[in-house]
């Protein structure tokens, strides 16, 4: 049952910015309704950031996500906990990256979008939610990818307005553009974050 809305019809002609209560169905109409600030800023070394992002693409496989999925756990096999630190970002960047590209198969665009998305999940836990750890978990159903971010926090975010020039709190904002449906699941410890994304399945 949504406890607060936002926003229009969504691309399926559900309505677009509902919280609810509990988990999710499988293909309901998500919602949202939340400012989450990203990562802006985080790992980015000081100089030349541009260098730095030319090292690791999110739509080339890299011995670093085969690592982040040996000795952290597999997203769509259970929840994975990661500590609520900023280079969890990165890890959480990895495992996304290895199980769109190997293990389901999907697009490069689909991978880099989905890669920033669960940035900016992330970065709303590590950064606004006090917790010490969060959860992360994918899940791939039949033209459908759903991830989701769980920590402890029953706070609710809120979408506000950004402007062009802004170059923070950009978070929901980036997510309500590229995202199918996402949403914010209460529960009775905590939280999760989630957003859909449809697939061409091969």
Known sequence: MPVAHAGGPGTDG?????????????LPAGGHDGAMAGLEGMEQPR??????ASRWSPTVEDE???????????PTEGEVPLPSLPESAA????????????????????????V?????LVGNAVRH???????????????WIRVEVRDPSRALPCLMPVQEMDISGRGLFLVDKLADRWGV?????????WFEMRVADR
Do not use: C, N
């Not at 100089?47 to 730095?52: E, N, P, Q």
């Open 14 to 26: 559900g309505a677009r910015g509902a919280y609810s209560l509990g988990t999710a169905p499988a």
């Open 47 to 52: 100089g030349d950031g541009r260098a730095i």
């Open 64 to 74: 670093r996500a085969v690592h982040a999925l040996e000795t952290h756990g597999d």
């Open 91 to 114: 890890v959480a960047r990895r495992l996304v990256q290895i199980v769109i590209l190997r293990r389901w198969g999907l697009t490069p665009k689909l991978t880099e979008d989905a």
């Open 116 to 120: 920033l998305l669960v940035s900016e």
């Open 129 to 143: 939610t006090g917790a010490r750890a969060f959860g992360l978990r994918m899940r791939h159903r039949r033209g």
């Open 185 to 193: 699941d209460l529960l009775s410890h905590g939280k999760t974050t």
